[in-house]
Nanobody, 122 residues
């Protein structure tokens, strides 16, 4: 069993940056894929980025490429999402997830965090 806790959300002006953290407890992320997703009340859950803990392979949604960076800290069993050049369209609840999906973007993850709110003001 893996418990995931997100942190780092908040209110930021357009053009600003935030770094989200996803910490694991219960076991490490070893051999897992860790993904970030986001959701608003008006939209379905949307894939943002994912990283393979073992080989560091990363994938991003087109909407965040060049602005967001996913990384991991092996010593702390944490995954980060650095978000730069934020726009109001990035406003959402951001969730991290862990699992062994065959397709990183489809959400076939086993464990989910509770989410952290990101609000970008114009």
């Amino acid at each position: 069993q893996v418990q995931l806790v997100e942190s780092g959300g908040g209110l930021v002006q357009a053009g600003g940056s935030l770094r989200l953290s996803c910490a694991a407890s219960g076991r490490t992320f070893s051999s897992y894929v860790v993904g970030w997703f986001r959701q608003t009340p008006k939209k379905e859950r949307e894939f943002v980025a994912a990283i393979n803990w073992s080989n560091l392979y990363t994938v991003y949604a087109d909407s965040v490429k060049g602005r967001f960076t996913i990384s991991r800290d092996g010593a702390k069993t944490a995954v980060y999402l650095q978000m730069n050049s934020l726009t109001p369209e990035d406003t959402a609840v951001y969730y991290c997830a862990a699992g062994r999906p065959t397709n990183y973007q489809t959400g076939e993850y086993d464990y989910w965090g509770q989410g952290t709110q990101v609000t970008v003001s114009s």
